[in-house]
Nanobody, 126 residues
C-alpha cells in the first residue's frame, strides 16, 4: 500500500505561481510512477503531468507545457508540481496518483493509477 498526501494548493492571482507537493508513505516510493491530475466541477479528471520512478521520463498535457514542471525527490518520497503563469482555467482540485512501473514509463490515464491522494484545491482568480 502507498499513502499519498498532497499539499501546496491555495488561492492565487492569474500569472502567479504555486508549488504542489505529493508526499508518499508505505512501500518503496522509488518503484512508482507518479502523475498529477486535476478535476474541475462537472468535468472528467484529466492528466496534467506524469513522471517515471527514475525521473527519466516526463510527459505534460499540452495546456501546461512551458508553464508547469514535474520533478521528484525519491530520498524524500516526494513529487512536486511547480506551476507558473497560472490561469483561471487552471482552477481545479489537483490529485496525485501512483502506480508501480518500469524505470522510464509513466502512464497518463487516470484509470491506470492504483493509489490516490485526497486532493488539494487550486483556485486562480482573474
Amino acid at each position: 500500500q502507498v499513502q499519498l498526501v498532497e499539499s501546496g494548493g491555495g488561492l492565487v492571482q492569474a500569472g502567479g505561481s504555486l508549488r504542489l507537493s505529493c508526499r508518499a508513505s508505505g512501500r518503496t516510493f522509488s518503484d512508482y510512477a507518479v502523475g498529477w491530475f486535476r478535476q474541475a466541477p462537472g468535468k472528467e479528471r484529466e492528466s496534467v503531468a506524469v513522471i517515471s520512478w527514475s525521473g527519466g521520463m516526463t510527459h505534460y498535457a499540452d495546456f501546461v507545457k512551458g508553464r508547469f514542471t514535474i520533478s521528484r525527490d525519491n530520498a524524500k518520497n516526494t513529487v512536486y508540481l511547480q506551476m507558473n503563469n497560472l490561469k483561471p482555467e487552471d482552477t481545479a482540485v489537483y490529485y496525485c496518483g501512483a502506480v508501480r512501473s518500469t524505470p522510464r514509463w509513466a502512464p497518463d490515464r487516470a484509470y491506470e493509477y492504483d493509489y490516490w491522494g485526497q486532493g488539494t484545491q487550486v483556485t486562480v482568480s482573474s
